[in-house]
């Protein structure tokens, strides 16, 4: 397809895509404006990660794609489900979606919901529990070593206040409470450690996962201290088991004070251990707790950001524009109709000898008189065109001359009538003496376009009821041109044409007059097959746009295959835009509705000698037409 048929291609569909795109369009904006507003609310917060690493298996875990999983613990069903009991409204799944800035800590919580309101409550209600529940998170973790580190101060904060008071009296019953206070605390600690080293016997010293490897060395971290401490509470209870065993005398001897002194020593430097692993663990909660703070607070949206019907009109035209092109593409993909010269060539393997133009506005009480068409107007451009048609025709058979010339076409409403009239005008006009011939004995039409009366013609000479001198007519306004109509329309035109009688016909007009032109019906029937034998020429009349291949393939065919001498192809009613690339309609034939014989079958009946013996046609499909068109572009 060269430039000039995609142009032409686009002005006939253009009014199609054109609707298309307002009805997209349109449609899109009215759907849209249809939906539910929806607003959107946003609010950003930013996640730093602790200070440094804990020594607790789980502030490891925090610090592994820390924002990922804040991120994911946004829209998790527990925070959403606490979300709606805290604003007293349902939060939906979905409704909440949370993505980080590239290369920051920034998270944005984007909330969407029909209510503006809601929507910016929801986004600062989910941050606002996220906040929570990471300090929740961080003093769980935390607090069942805090409090037995609490318990232990307060319980050597006691012990030392009673050894104190013991330095000044004795008692062994005090002593005795000591020894099983000491006790307790060594059972407990002894507990502790054992604990921790039965967690590490559960872990593979072999295995490489970090995991592991943070529990084992956190679980090592607390045996390193608790072992200093049990080793402590083992020295104070010693110490207080051999003053126990000292006979009371009343008196505390000095042996007893360095003792008491000792043990208050080393409660003292058990309190201080204590009171270090405390604000060593407040410390480590602190460093290992990540931030969450919010920076910017989610208000109240002003404008919805669904739907947009600017945005979704836009979409519609352009979803129409689309669908509309893409249909045209499909029509013209799927159209076999034969649109250019070249095609039109190519298909049929015959020239284009004339192109003609619209003869007609539309004016059905107008239509018989377009025979007369050149006579009427004979500077017009059509009129040209038939001038250089009779030039052509004259070109095309210069060393012998065709002096009986049949017009056909493949169908009806094609104009071959309006063709031939006005060709037999134009040679006329040049000075030959020329006489058109109506052998359309179904559907005659030559006495309307000339305004000739049809009680006698052809039919009426072959048939022996009167000479050729007595159905003979002239049209007064040309010269030299000659009329006979069709006459009586017979019963049996077929066996008519054929005849020997009409052949005897043609020869004497054939004597008397320079071209003789056969107004004939439509390949469709029999009888314009059975005259093509009988004549020098045959012009084919096709209308490009409107014809289709395969149904214009299929005669030119059988016309060669009967012998006859296709002279070219007029391409008719081409637009006065000289558009040659538009749709085809759909194709009939009133021929084929109002006759019930086969014309192939007419044909071999009447002229058997047509078709060699032992030879078999082909059938056309549409196949083979593209087959043709593909070997000749080859």
Excluded at 287 to 302: C, F, I
Excluded at 585 to 606: C, D, K, V
Aim: hydrophobic share 35%; net charge negative.
């Amino acid at each position: 397809m060269d430039i000039k048929q995609l142009f032409s291609t686009f002005k006939r569909w253009l009014w199609l895509v054109v609707l298309g795109t307002v009805i997209g369009g349109s449609l899109g904006y009215y759907l849209s404006s249809q939906q539910t507003p929806i607003y959107q609310a946003q609010a950003r917060f930013v996640i730093l990660p602790a200070a440094q690493t804990s020594y607790d298996y789980y502030s490891y875990l925090n610090n592994l794609n820390l924002i990922s999983t804040y991120t994911q613990l946004l829209t998790t069903e527990d925070l959403l489900y606490e979300a709606s009991n805290k604003l007293g409204f349902s939060v939906m799944k979905g409704q909440a979606t949370a993505s980080q800035v590239e290369d920051s800590k920034f998270v944005i919580l984007t909330v969407k919901d029909a209510d503006p309101y809601k929507a910016a409550a929801i986004a600062n209600g989910l941050v606002d529990i996220l906040i929570d529940q990471n300090n929740k998170l961080q003093t769980v973790q935390f607090e069942s070593a805090e409090r037995n580190l609490q318990a232990r101060v307060d319980q050597a904060e006691e012990q030392i206040a009673t050894l104190e008071s013991q330095i000044t009296s004795l008692s062994t019953e005090i002593l005795q409470k000591q020894i099983e206070n000491v006790q307790a605390q060594m059972t407990d600690v002894q507990s502790q450690i054992n604990t921790l080293k039965l967690d590490i016997s559960e872990i593979d010293p072999f295995s490489t996962s970090e995991v592991d490897q943070a529990r084992l060395s956190n679980d090592q971290a607390k045996i390193d201290e608790l072992n200093p401490i049990l080793s402590l509470y083992q020295q104070i209870y010693t110490q207080l088991v051999v003053l126990g065993k000292t006979p009371d005398s009343g008196e505390a001897s000095s042996v007893d004070l360095d003792r008491l002194k000792t043990t208050l020593q080393l409660y003292q430097q058990i309190y201080i251990s204590s009171i270090n692993s405390l604000e060593t663990l407040r410390l480590s909660k602190a460093q290992s707790t990540p931030t969450v703070m919010q920076v910017e607070t989610a208000v109240k949206p002003t404008s919805p950001i669904s739907p947009k019907p600017a945005q979704s009109a836009l979409l519609g035209a352009v979803i129409g524009l689309m669908a509309t092109a893409g249909f045209a593409f499909l029509i013209e993909f799927l159209d076999d109709t034969l649109k250019t010269p070249d095609e039109i060539k190519d298909v049929l393997d015959s020239p284009v000898i004339g192109f003609i133009g619209e003869l007609k506005h539309g004016q059905k009480q107008d239509e018989d008189a377009l025979g007369v068409y050149v006579a009427k107007n004979p500077r017009s451009p059509v009129a040209e065109a038939f001038r250089s048609l009779r030039t052509n025709l004259e070109y095309s058979s210069v060393d012998d001359p065709a002096k009986t010339i049949l017009v056909t076409s493949s169908g009806e409403s094609e104009g071959k009538s309006t063709v031939a009239a006005n060709l037999a005008i134009v040679e006329a006009q040049s000075g030959k003496n020329v006489i058109i011939i109506d052998a359309d004995m179904r559907r005659p039409k030559v006495h309307f376009q000339f305004n000739k009366s049809n009680r006698k013609g052809l039919s009426d000479v072959v048939t022996g009821k009167m000479h050729i001198d007595d159905v003979l007519k002239t049209y007064e306004q040309v010269e030299n041109l000659s009329i006979i109509t069709c006459g009586t329309i017979p019963p049996n035109p077929s066996e008519l044409l054929g005849s020997e009688r009409m052949s005897l016909t043609l020869k004497e007009l054939e004597d008397r007059f320079d071209l003789v032109i056969l107004d004939t019906p439509p390949m469709v029937v029999a009888d314009t097959q059975i005259l093509s034998g009988k004549v020098d020429g045959v012009i084919y009349v096709v209308v490009p746009g409107h014809t289709r291949a395969i149904v214009a393939l299929r005669p030119v065919e059988e016309l060669r295959r009967i012998g006859a001498n296709v002279l070219g192809i007029v391409a008719n009613k081409i637009p006065r835009s000289r558009d040659y690339y538009y749709g085809g309609y759909n194709y009939y034939s009133p021929y084929s509705n109002h006759y019930t014989y086969h014309s192939e079958t007419a044909a071999q009946n009447l002229n058997p000698e047509v078709e060699t013996e032992g030879q078999e046609q082909a059938p056309v499909t549409l196949q083979s037409v593209f087959r043709k068109k593909l070997r000749k572009s080859s």
